[in-house]
């Protein structure tokens, strides 16, 4: 492989390591402006949108054992990596998408699994990372609170139950 051609696939694999993720899109239409402003809001989310060669990508992707991804490497593509929130960023690409009606994504990569648009458009319809982490630890702290109003009941029972003696007793 030429050197300049190694500097690219380099590269690539540079930006592929930033995250556990990939996204591909088809950016044809977009302009310098409307990247910008998605760039903007990937930024959000330490999220990179970067333009690459399809055989270039196939290169990388394959070094780092991503499935077969070859059926989605036609016309322009680019790639979104980078960060640990993957539904934040599939969110904020499918609004940005949605909104510009001219990109569109082709597939992606999670966790060396390969999603399709469907698939996509499900994990960014997901609660955020925080919302996750907030109803996990609900979920947590829910049987032990539970457990404390069980064992509270017993002798809050028993007091009750020596108060209604105590009045019977005073004529209350």
Known sequence: MRPEKQYLVEEVSSHLNKSDYVYLANYERITVDEIAELRASLEEYDAEFHVVKNSIFNVAATAKEY???SEHLTGQTAIIVGGDNP???AKVIGEFFKKKDK???KAGVLNEKILDKAQIEVLA??????????????????PG???VRIFNAVPQSVVNVLQAKVRAENGD
């Open 87 to 89: 539904s934040g960023v």
């Open 145 to 147: 609170t539970s457990l």
């Open 125 to 142: 319809k997901l609660p955020g990372l925080e919302a996750l982490r907030a109803q996990l630890l609900g979920l947590l702290n829910q």
């Open 103 to 105: 990109v569109d994504l």
């Open 67 to 69: 499935p077969d991804m």
